[in-house]
């Protein structure tokens, strides 16, 4: 647990923050804006590199497809990857919907044991790898009714997969990713709760999904492998909007400590949030970090994130 009376707000270091905002519109019956979720996830594709914008390209699916060189299945169906001599090489990805709008990803890849895998969804994005035997078991929070998942390799091959969530919205979500070690993590403090306290939740006080499955509160869901080579994690943070049990205010926040490894670093970032009107609002954080005479001192930068308004049910 931090000092947390180390944690100073990032006023003085905010001149050297660049933050660019863009709202993408993705509902979950609009064909084109899942297709313009799936065309801004290039493969591979780095932090730096990662734009969301709203497209009308009708084979924008089609051409990422292609450069998987995968076909397209029903909801919760296996997806074939590169066709191969030896059927037993076939990587498969299946999804399935489980509570507070989590899906429940199984990538099967024989040929692929012990491989960095990217997984993609709407602009999120992490990086995982699969076992001695090529398997991969993760869940994921969805950021779209209509979810599209997508596993790519380095070796260019991979699958698709697509599930219903119809139960997202009930739920608000805010997510940051990261490439390497940065120190950033996501913060929310439930109804004005202090840090260090309960209601206070971040990694190294998650929260209960069984809570915010029936309202009682949020939650944070780590997603990928920080100890690979060059690792791309993120953070998701749910809180169950629609069926919340107290009325106030969610203080959300990225916090960043200051450590031997980012001090007097450039580092990038990324924040996605969902809204209520189904979409999906993008900041981009790209930022020099304090020297290192500050180390073990944090930034919380609030203005990445927006506060959650909460009215009882």
């Not at 608000?172 to 070690?181: F, I, Y």
């Not at 209520?276 to 790209?286: C, F, H, P, R, T």
């Not at 304090?290 to 927006?306: A, I, M, Q, R, Y």
């Amino acid at each position: 647990m931090p000092d947390l009376k180390r944690y100073g707000i990032a006023g003085a270091t905010l001149a050297t923050i660049l933050l660019t905002g863009q709202v993408m519109q993705m509902a979950s019956n609009d064909k084109a804006a899942k297709v313009a979720a799936i065309q801004a996830m290039p493969l591979p594709v780095e932090i730096s590199d990662i734009k969301l914008t709203a497209s009308d390209g009708s084979d924008a699916e089609a051409s990422v497809l292609a450069a998987l060189d995968v076909g397209k299945s029903e909801s919760q169906s296996p997806v074939r990857s590169v066709p191969v001599e030896n059927d037993s090489c076939e990587i498969t990805m299946l999804a399935a919907p489980k509570a507070a709008a989590l899906v429940s990803l199984t990538i099967q890849a024989p040929c692929q044991p012990n491989e960095r895998v990217v997984i993609h969804h709407n602009g999120m994005m992490f990086a995982e790898a699969t076992d001695s035997i090529g398997t991969l078991e993760t869940t994921v929070p969805a950021l779209a009714e209509t979810a599209v998942f997508i596993a790519s390799f380095a070796s260019g091959e991979g699958a698709v997969v697509t599930t219903n969530v119809d139960t997202l919205p009930s739920f608000d979500r805010a997510a940051v990713q990261v490439q390497g070690t940065s120190g950033i993590s996501l913060h929310a403090r439930e109804f004005d709760a202090e840090y260090g306290t309960e209601g206070h939740v971040w990694s190294d006080t998650p929260g209960s999904i069984a809570d915010a499955a029936t309202g009682q509160g949020g939650f944070v869901l780590q997603l990928g492998d920080a100890t690979l080579d060059n690792p791309i994690t993120a953070e998701v943070y749910t809180f169950p909007t629609s069926i919340a049990k107290t009325e106030g205010e969610v203080l959300l926040s990225v916090d960043i400590e200051i450590t031997a490894t980012n001090c007097g670093q450039d580092i990038e970032a990324q924040t996605l949030q969902t809204d209520s009107s189904g979409g999906i609002k993008v900041q981009n954080l790209d930022m020099t970090m304090p020297d290192c005479d500050t180390v073990g001192d944090f930034l919380v930068l609030n203005n990445l994130v927006k506060n959650l308004k909460v009215a009882s049910n």
